[in-house]
C-alpha cells in the first residue's frame, strides 16, 4: 500500500488538522484512494466547510416549496400537479483555463442536475462577468464561453433565454460563468438521491469514464495563479448529443418505477454521486470498478473515482429491473453497467481487480466533513455622496452610457444561443426577465439572473438585499408572482477575513430580502477562492429566480406600444449616485456607498405593479436599475422606435434625478384614462408616484428641451458589443 | 493498418473559417501569410494488409460519409 | 392530410414539428424513430430541425446515412411531400434529394434570430397560400446554413423557378449564396429551409407567417 506522506496530504488540498481529522475517523492511514476521495469530499466545493454554518440562516421554506436545498435541485409547486425544478451553478475556474469546453460542460453539468430529478429542462440562463474589455485575454473568453454555452445548450433543443453579461477589472483573472436551468416535472414523478435499503442494484449510465478532469473539485476550491494555465488537460471535454441520449433515456427510465434513486455525477464523479446516495439513503454503497465502462485503458482505482468525465449518472434501481433499464439505454446507445449494490454497512466500499481500494464510513465523507466558522472582520464603510460635475449635458450622457460595456446591448450574445427551440418561449432576452410558457397551457414562468457586484464590495449586505430585490423586481415587471431563489455565491478566498465578512453580510442580505419578500432559496452553490495573485473579485453572489403568471397573454414587456401613453414613475426618486453607472462611465469614479433597499417598500409597490399587468390594465412595465431612470426610458423607446417626451418630477438637481439608483422603482406606460386611475390608485395606497410625460415621436425629449433622436441611442446602444467583439485578434499566450 | 484522410473545401468553396485564420495570424505579427484553407483530419485503424483493398474502401467511405463531394476533396494516406 | 415527423436520437425540434401539425391540421402526426425503416403511410414526412446524430462529421451527414432516410426517399420518389427544416433541410442536402450542401455561417456564429423572407416561388404544394414576392418573417436557430451550390446548380435552381425562399435585402443571416433561404426538388415535392415555419403558428410567440406553409399543405394533400 502507497505510504501517505505529508506531501501528498498537502496536494491534496488538505491540511494538517485535517489530515488528523482523517486518522481519527479511519482509525488508520487511509489509503491512496482514500486520500483522494477525502480530498474531494471535503474540498469547499462539495463540502460547504466555509459556508455550511452560514447558509442554514436562509429561510428554505414556504408553503409552495415542494424541495428545498440538500438536492440536486429545488422543487416547487406552480400549481395543477406541476412542479418547477431550477437550480443554478458554477463553472468559473474550468471556463478561466478552456472557456468553449468550462462553459459547456457548465450547462450540461446544471441539465443533468435537473432532469436527474425528473425534469423535462426547459429554459437555461447564465450569469457571466469577465475581465475589463481592454484586458487582452477577455475578448477570447467571451467568444469561447458563449460558444460553448451555445453549443451545447442548442444542440440539447433547450431554449437559453438570457442572463447577465458585466465586466469589472476584478474579474481579469478570474471569470464568472454560472448557468441555471429550469426544468418541469409532474409533482407526482420527482426523483430524489437518496439510496434506500439494502442489496439493490448500482447502475452505471451514460458516457464511459476516462481521465477527464481528474481533481476538478479541488481546483475549485483553490487559488488560481499563473501556472494553474498548465491544467489544461484535466478540464472535461462536453458531449451534448450524448447528453440529449442521457436525458431521453432518463425521461424515459423514469416514466417506469424501476428508480429508487438517481444522482448525476458532477463535480468529484462517482465518488460524491455514491457517497450523496448513500448518505441520504442511509446506506452503504459498495462498487465494483471492473465493471466500469472505461474510455481508456489501465485507469486506476483512484482515477475511476475522481474522474469528472461528462454525460454519465449513477442509479439504485429495484431488484429485478436491470434488463428493463438495460433496454431502455440499449435503445439510446449510452453504457449501461451494474457496477455495484447497495448494503446495510453504512460505508463506501471500492473493489478493483479484487482488492479493496477503499472502505471507509459514508458519514465521514459528509457528515463528519469540517465545518468552519472562519473569522471575519468588516471592511470600513464607503460613505458619503460623491462628488460630479452638474454641468454635463444629460442627454450625451445618456448616449455614452447606452454604449458602454455594461449597459450596452447583449444582442451580439443571446443570438448565439437558440432562445426560441421548444417553441414556448413568450418573452425573448433583452427584457425584464424571460417569460417560457408551460407546454400545452396558459401558464407560464418567468426567470431572471440578477446581482450587481458594484454595490456588494463597499456594502455586502445592502448588495445581497438588492440581489433578491431586483430579481423580484424583474419577475414583477413582466407580471409574474416571484415564488423562490437559487444563489450562485462566487467569492474570493474565506481565509482572510474581510473577504469572509463580504460573504457572511451577504448571506445576510440574501435571507433578509427573501424573508421580506416570501421568496425562499430552494438550492445554490457556493464558489469560493475567486482571486488571481490575490486579487479578490467583486463579491458576486448571483441570484436566479422563478416567478409564476397565470396568464401569459397578460404580459408585460419593456417596449412602448402606442404613442400618446402616460409614462408613470412608481417609487420614490432621492438620486443616489453612490457606485452608480453613471458616476463609473461619466466621472471614472467607483465612489459612494451602495444604495439602500427598503424590503417594505419594494413589496409594495411590486404588489401594486404585478396587479395592474395581472388585471390587464398595463403592457408595459420596466424596472429602473442600473443606470437610472432616463436609461430605462431609453431602453423602453429603442425596442419599437417609439420616443417619449418626458419631464422630472420631485428633485431639482438632473444628474441625480434621471441617473441615480434608487431602489424599488418602476416605469410604466398606460393610455390617458387608465393612467390617470393608476396614478390615483397609487396615491391612495401612498405610493409615491409621477407622471413624467407622453410617448410619441422618434425622439427622446428632456423638459421640452434637449432630445436625442431614438435611431442615435440605439445605434451605440446595438453597436458596441459587435464592435468589441470583432475587434483585432488579441494574442493570446497559453 | 492506419490510414489517414484529409478532407478539404473544394478550390473555389468560400472558407470563412480559414479566412479567419489568416486575418488572425495577419494580426499577431505572421505578415507571410496569405490565403488560409483549413480542413479535417481522420485518422482511422484498419484490418487487413492488403494495401490496394484499404484503398478502395477507404475512397467508399469517402464517398459516402466521410467527405460531401459536393463542397470537400479528400486525400487518402495509408501506413503499413 | 396524414404526417409524419422523423425523430433522429437529437432531433430537437420535433415536438415543435408535432406541435405546429396538430394546431394546423387538427391531426397528429405519426412520430417515426430512425430506426425504423418502415414509414406509415402518409401524405407529407417532416425531418425536423436538431442535429441529428450530434452532427459531429456534417450536419446531417449520418442521418442521411440511417435506416429510415431510404424509405424517407421511397416516399418522395414516388411523389410523396417532403418538408426539411434546418437540420432536415441538412439531411435532404446531404442526401442528395435536393442539390447544393450547407455550410458554416459566414460569420462563424450560430445565428438565432427572426428574419424577413421573401416568398418567390408560389407555385408548389408549400408555398400556394402566400402572394408572390410577399414578406414574411420566420426565426432562423443555425450554425450552418450558408446554402452552397455551383454556379451552374444555381442558375438552373433560379431558371426552374425551384428558390421557395429568399432571405430579404440585408437579411441573409449567413452569406448564403443568392440570398436562398429554401429551395424545392425538380418535381416540387421536396421543400429544404433553414428558417423554421412551425415557430410561428402561434400569436403568443410572436407571429403566424409560418402558418401559410401549413394551410398549403392541407390544401394541396386534401
Redesign the interface.
Known amino acids: 500500500m502507497t505510504k501517505i506522506t505529508p506531501a501528498m496530504v498537502k496536494e491534496h488540498g488538505l491540511s494538517e488538522s485535517e489530515y488528523q481529522k482523517i486518522l481519527d475517523l479511519m482509525g488508520r492511514e487511509p489509503s491512496f484512494v482514500e486520500l483522494g476521495i477525502f480530498s474531494v469530499m471535503w474540498s469547499e466545493h462539495c463540502s460547504y466547510k466555509s459556508t455550511r454554518a452560514h447558509l442554514k440562516k436562509l429561510p428554505t421554506k414556504a408553503p409552495w416549496v415542494i424541495q428545498g436545498p440538500g438536492e440536486n435541485a429545488g422543487v416547487i409547486d406552480i400549481g395543477d400537479g406541476d412542479a418547477a425544478i431550477f437550480k443554478m451553478e458554477s463553472h468559473n475556474h474550468p471556463s478561466f483555463i478552456e472557456p468553449y469546453q468550462g462553459a459547456a460542460t457548465g450547462v450540461g453539468g446544471i441539465m443533468r442536475d435537473v432532469f436527474t430529478m425528473g425534469a423535462r429542462p426547459i429554459a437555461m440562463m447564465n450569469a457571466l462577468r469577465f475581465g475589463e474589455p481592454s484586458h487582452p485575454k477577455t475578448r477570447h473568453l467571451v467568444s469561447g464561453v458563449v460558444s460553448g454555452i451555445g453549443g451545447y445548450g442548442n444542440c440539447m433543443g433547450v431554449p437559453t433565454v438570457g442572463g447577465e453579461v458585466n465586466f469589472h477589472p476584478s474579474y481579469n483573472g478570474n471569470i464568472l460563468v454560472n448557468a441555471m436551468c429550469v426544468g418541469l416535472a409532474r409533482q407526482d414523478k420527482i426523483f430524489l438521491s437518496a439510496a434506500k435499503g439494502a442489496g439493490n442494484p448500482v447502475v452505471y449510465v451514460g458516457s464511459k469514464t476516462g481521465r477527464d478532469g481528474i481533481h476538478g473539485a479541488t481546483m475549485a476550491s483553490a487559488e488560481f495563479d499563473d501556472a494553474s494555465e498548465e491544467k489544461r488537460p484535466t478540464v472535461q471535454v462536453g458531449d451534448p448529443f450524448t447528453e440529449k441520449l442521457l436525458l431521453e433515456a432518463c425521461l424515459e427510465l423514469m416514466a417506469t418505477d424501476a428508480i429508487i434513486a438517481i444522482q448525476d455525477m458532477g463535480a468529484a464523479g462517482l465518488t460524491s454521486s455514491s457517497a450523496e446516495m448513500g448518505d441520504k439513503g442511509g446506506s452503504g454503497i459498495e462498487l465494483d470498478l471492473d465493471k466500469v465502462p472505461q474510455r481508456e485503458t489501465n485507469m486506476t482505482a483512484y482515477e475511476m473515482m475522481l474522474s469528472e468525465s461528462q454525460e454519465r449518472m449513477l442509479a439504485v434501481l429495484r431488484p429485478g429491473r436491470e434488463a428493463q433499464a438495460e433496454a431502455i439505454f440499449k435503445k439510446w446507445e449510452l453504457d449501461f453497467a451494474v457496477i455495484g449494490i447497495t448494503t446495510d454497512t453504512s460505508r463506501l466500499v471500492v473493489k478493483h481487480k479484487g482488492k479493496v481500494e477503499a472502505d471507509m464510513p459514508i458519514t465521514a465523507l459528509s457528515d463528519a466533513a469540517p465545518i468552519y466558522e472562519r473569522p471575519y472582520t468588516e471592511r470600513e464603510a464607503q460613505t458619503g455622496e460623491p462628488a460630479y460635475d452638474k454641468s454635463k449635458p444629460v442627454l450625451a450622457s445618456l448616449k455614452a452610457i447606452l454604449a458602454s460595456p455594461d449597459m450596452a446591448s447583449r444582442r451580439w450574445v443571446w443570438e448565439q444561443y437558440d432562445h426560441t427551440v421548444m417553441a414556448d418561449t413568450v418573452q425573448v432576452p433583452g427584457g425584464d426577465a424571460a417569460v417560457v410558457r408551460i407546454h400545452g397551457t396558459q401558464k407560464a414562468l418567468a426567470i431572471t439572473t440578477d446581482v450587481t457586484p458594484r454595490y456588494c464590495r463597499p456594502d455586502p449586505f445592502e448588495g445581497g438585499k438588492q440581489a433578491v430585490a431586483e430579481a423580484w423586481r424583474n419577475l414583477t415587471a413582466v407580471g409574474a408572482l416571484p415564488l423562490a431563489v437559487t444563489d450562485n455565491l462566487n467569492y474570493g478566498n474565506p481565509q482572510k477575513p474581510e473577504i469572509m465578512w463580504e460573504i457572511v453580510a451577504g448571506i445576510d442580505g440574501i435571507g433578509a430580502a427573501c424573508r421580506a419578500l416570501d421568496f425562499p432559496v430552494i438550492g445554490g452553490n457556493c464558489s469560493l477562492y475567486n482571486e488571481t495573485n490575490g486579487e479578490g473579485i467583486l463579491p458576486t453572489p448571483a441570484i436566479g429566480a422563478v416567478g409564476l403568471m397565470k396568464d401569459v397573454t397578460k404580459m408585460a414587456t419593456v417596449a412602448f406600444k402606442r404613442a400618446g401613453d402616460v409614462v408613470i414613475l412608481i417609487g420614490e426618486t432621492k438620486g443616489h449616485l453612490g457606485q452608480s453607472i453613471y458616476l463609473r462611465e461619466i466621472e471614472g469614479q467607483e465612489e459612494g456607498a451602495a444604495p439602500k433597499v427598503d424590503l417594505g417598500t419594494e413589496k409594495k409597490h411590486g404588489d401594486f405593479v404585478r396587479g395592474l399587468i395581472e388585471a390587464g390594465r398595463v403592457d408595459t412595465v420596466h424596472d429602473v436599475s442600473d443606470g437610472g431612470l432616463l436609461v430605462a426610458i431609453a431602453e423602453m423607446a429603442m425596442p419599437r422606435g417609439i420616443g417619449a417626451s418626458v419631464g422630472m418630477a420631485g428633485l431639482a438637481e438632473a444628474i441625480p434625478f434621471w441617473f441615480g439608483e434608487d431602489q424599488a422603482r418602476y416605469c410604466l406606460a398606460a393610455p390617458f384614462a387608465e393612467a390617470e386611475k393608476i396614478v390615483a390608485e397609487a396615491r391612495a395606497a401612498f405610493i409615491t408616484v409621477a407622471e413624467l410625460g407622453k410617448t410619441g415621436g422618434d425622439k427622446l425629449t428632456l423638459d421640452n428641451k434637449d432630445s436625442v433622436a431614438i435611431t442615435d441611442l440605439k445605434a451605440g446602444f446595438e453597436s458596441w458589443f459587435p464592435n468589441f467583439m470583432a475587434g483585432e485578434e488579441i494574442p493570446v499566450t497559453n | 493498418m492506419k490510414a489517414r484522410v484529409f478532407i478539404t473545401l473544394k478550390n473555389g ?2 472558407d ?2 480559414g479566412k ?1 485564420i489568416g ?2 495570424l495577419n ?2 505579427g505572421f505578415g507571410s501569410v496569405g490565403e488560409v484553407r483549413q480542413g479535417k483530419v481522420i485518422d482511422l485503424e484498419l484490418s487487413g494488409s492488403d494495401q490496394a483493398k484499404a484503398k478502395d474502401e477507404l475512397k467508399a467511405m469517402c464517398e ?3 467527405a ?1 463531394t ?2 470537400e476533396k479528400y486525400e487518402i494516406e495509408l501506413k503499413p | 392530410m396524414k404526417s409524419a415527423v422523423i425523430v433522429f436520437p437529437a432531433s430537437n425540434c420535433d415536438r415543435d414539428a408535432k406541435v405546429a401539425l396538430e394546431q394546423m391540421t387538427g391531426k397528429t402526426p405519426a412520430m417515426v424513430w430512425h430506426q425504423d425503416s418502415e414509414l406509415p403511410d402518409v401524405d407529407l414526412v417532416v425531418l425536423p430541425g436538431g442535429f441529428s446524430y450530434g452532427d459531429y462529421l456534417r450536419c446531417g451527414a449520418m442521418a442521411s446515412q440511417s435506416a429510415v432516410m431510404r424509405s424517407v426517399k421511397a416516399h418522395a420518389d414516388k411523389g410523396g411531400m417532403v418538408l426539411g427544416v434546418c437540420n432536415g433541410f441538412q439531411v435532404l442536402t446531404e442526401s442528395h434529394m435536393l442539390p447544393g450542401a450547407l455550410m458554416r455561417n459566414a460569420a462563424l456564429k450560430f445565428v438565432c434570430k427572426p428574419v424577413g423572407l421573401e416568398v418567390q416561388e408560389t407555385q408548389s404544394g408549400f408555398t400556394r397560400k402566400y402572394e408572390s414576392g410577399q414578406r414574411v418573417t420566420f426565426p432562423v436557430a443555425h450554425g450552418e446554413g450558408s446554402y452552397f451550390a455551383d454556379e451552374e446548380t444555381l442558375d438552373r435552381l433560379e431558371g426552374e423557378n425551384r428558390v421557395a425562399f429568399r432571405y430579404a435585402k440585408g437579411e441573409n443571416p449567413n452569406g448564403a449564396a443568392r440570398d436562398i433561404a429554401g429551395i424545392l426538388s425538380e418535381k416540387r415535392n421536396v421543400l429544404g429551409l433553414m428558417p423554421h415555419p412551425e415557430r410561428v403558428v402561434d400569436d403568443v410567440l410572436g407571429g403566424t407567417d409560418g402558418r401559410g406553409l401549413f394551410q398549403s399543405l392541407i390544401e394541396a394533400l386534401s
Open positions: 468553396v468560400l470563412p473559417q479567419a486575418h488572425a494580426g499577431l459516402k460519409l466521410l460531401n459536393v463542397v
